[in-house]
C-alpha cells in the first residue's frame, strides 16, 4: 500500500502561480512514475503532468511552459510548480504513484484561480 499526501492548493489571482507538492509513503518501489491529473467541475479528469526517475517528463500539451513537474527521489515527493495561472487551471488537482500492477490517488487539493 502507499500513502499519498498533497498539500499546495488553494485561491490565486489570474497570473498568480502556485506549488502543488506530493509526498508518497509506504510500499515504495524503485520503479515508479509520479504526477499530477486533474478534474474541473464537470469535466472528466485528465493529465497534467507526470515524471518517471531517469526519464523526461511528460505534459499536457496545453500545459508546457506554464506548468513544471520535478521529484525528490530521496524524498518520494513530487512537485507541481504552476506559473501565468488562468481560470481555466481551476480545478481538483489530484496526485498519483504508478508502479506496474500498482495504482495510487492521493485525495486531490483545490485549485482555484479567480479575480
Known amino acids: 500500500q502507499v500513502q499519498l499526501v498533497e498539500s499546495g492548493g488553494g485561491l490565486v489571482q489570474p497570473g498568480g502561480s502556485l506549488r502543488l507538492s506530493c509526498a508518497a509513503s509506504g510500499n515504495i518501489r524503485s520503479i515508479n512514475r509520479m504526477g499530477w491529473y486533474r478534474q474541473a467541475p464537470g469535466k472528466q479528469r485528465e493529465l497534467v503532468a507526470t515524471i518517471t526517475s531517469g526519464r523526461s517528463p511528460n505534459y499536457a500539451d496545453s500545459l508546457k511552459g506554464r506548468f513544471t513537474i520535478s521529484r525528490d527521489n530521496a524524498k518520494n515527493t513530487v512537485h507541481l510548480q504552476m506559473n501565468s495561472l488562468k481560470p481555466e487551471d481551476t480545478a481538483v488537482y489530484y496526485c498519483?504513484?504508478?508502479?506496474?500492477?500498482?495504482?495510487?490517488w492521493g485525495q486531490g487539493t483545490q485549485v482555484t484561480v479567480s479575480s
Open positions: 498519483n504513484y504508478w508502479t506496474p500492477g500498482r495504482d495510487y
